[in-house]
């Protein structure tokens, strides 16, 4: 199974990851990124929140 992972450290809450889903597993509560853990078998792996992120708070791993 993926894991993501957001340090919500580094996440500015910007949204950038948000738009990039497709499967739309990320969501912006408190000003960060979180992840819909339901929705977590969706993930595609397609690296895309990870790559768009300007603070390199995402990781995913399986």
Known sequence: ???I???EQKCTGCGDCI????PE???I????SHVKEDLVPECL???SCVVV????A???TD
Do not use: F, H, R, S
């Open 25 to 27: 597993i990320l969501y």
């Open 5 to 7: 992972n957001i340090d």
């Open 45 to 47: 792996g397609c690296q």
């Open 58 to 60: 995402i990781t995913i």
């Open 19 to 22: 738009k990039t889903c497709p």
């Open 29 to 32: 509560n408190g000003n960060k």
């Open 1 to 3: 199974m993926v894991v």
């Open 53 to 56: 992120c300007p603070e390199a």
